[in-house]
């Protein structure tokens, strides 16, 4: 993104004019590059006073996420330490459930996947061959059933340290699919009242606008416990993530930067705001 490039061409250009119409192109700017009109109106007005505006909206920037940066973490004494994955279709939950089965497995615990997935039965194909490959258990169902009664069996019958619970892409206007995932939920707590340990919302980068829809919906229908933003590697707006940041102050727990298996990094808000430069 030339974000920081034309941000600073920009304030290349006005340097003499007065300082609102600095500010005024600024705020322009952040709102283009999707930090919404709010965020971008506070950020303006908070670094335009310092001498060098740049620097003071990189410091912003840093004091938002730098908190929020998690590395992915689980606690095995509570097992099967259960993790649900949720987010609209194709952005990236199937994926980030191999991703996270494979740092887990290489830390050493046993991991067993349920495919609550069950509308398409490429779905849950698709998940039996990640859970072959890093050999990890599988609850499936052959037929197309409700996702709910998949996840009571895996509640009921996994014996591993963590249980990943893959959903179905839903849009969060869904009524009926939203209430089918709420079901998934009702059912894990029922079997083990602290269960799910983690609700992670999978959030694709190159989302813009709609995110912040996407966090309020599927909060509604359980708590989030953090965020995975995937597809970082494709070219992704850097606003979304702060604005998300910023409103609901919810731990960034990784980002995706691939298809493979090994395609997880924690975030890094240095290298995030090295790509705004680019
Ligand atoms: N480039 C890239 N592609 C990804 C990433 N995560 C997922 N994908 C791709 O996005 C598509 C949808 O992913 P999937 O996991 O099936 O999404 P789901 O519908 O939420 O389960 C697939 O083609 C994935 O390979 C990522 O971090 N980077
Ligand atoms: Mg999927």
């Known amino acids: 993104m030339l974000f920081f490039k034309k941000l600073k061409s920009t304030i290349c250009k006005i340097t003499g004019i007065t300082e609102d119409s600095s500010s005024a192109a600024l705020e322009d700017i952040l709102i283009e590059a999707d930090f919404g009109v709010d965020l971008a109106a506070r950020l303006t007005k908070e670094s335009k006073y310092e001498d060098d505006i740049l620097a003071a909206l990189k410091g912003k920037l840093e004091s938002i996420l730098q908190p ?3 590395d992915f973490e689980v606690d095995v004494s509570q097992k099967p330490y259960v993790i649900v994955l949720a987010g609209v279709n194709g952005c ?74 893959d959903t179905a892409g839903r849009l969060q206007n869904n009524i009926n699919l939203m209430n089918e995932l709420s079901k998934i939920y009702r059912v894990i707590g029922k079997i083990n009242n602290t269960a799910p340990h983690m609700n992670v919302l999978i959030m694709d980068a190159t989302t813009g606008q709609n995110s912040i829809d996407q966090v309020k919906e599927f909060g509604k ?12 590697d494709g070219g992704a707006k850097g606003g979304t993530i702060v604005r ?25 808000v240095e290298r995030f705001l090295e790509d705004l430069k680019k």
Not at 133 to 143: A, P
């Open 92 to 165: 990236g939950k199937t994926t980030t459930v191999a991703k996270i089965a494979y740092i887990l497995k290489n830390k050493g615990f046993s991991v067993d996947i349920a495919a609550c997935d069950t509308f398409r039965v490429a779905a849950t194909e698709q998940l039996s061959s990640w859970a072959s490959k890093l050999n990890c258990g599988i609850f499936k169902s052959d037929t197309p059933k409700d996702p709910a009664s998949v996840a009571f069996e895996a509640m009921q019958s996994t014996k591993s340290d963590v249980l990943l619970v």
């Open 221 to 232: 229908v359980h708590p989030i416990s953090g965020i995975v933003i995937s597809k970082m």
């Open 68 to 70: 929020l940066v998690k």
């Open 244 to 268: 998300i940041a910023d409103e609901f102050k919810l731990p960034i727990l990784g980002i995706g930067t691939g298809e493979t298996e090994r395609s997880f990094e924690k975030f890094s």
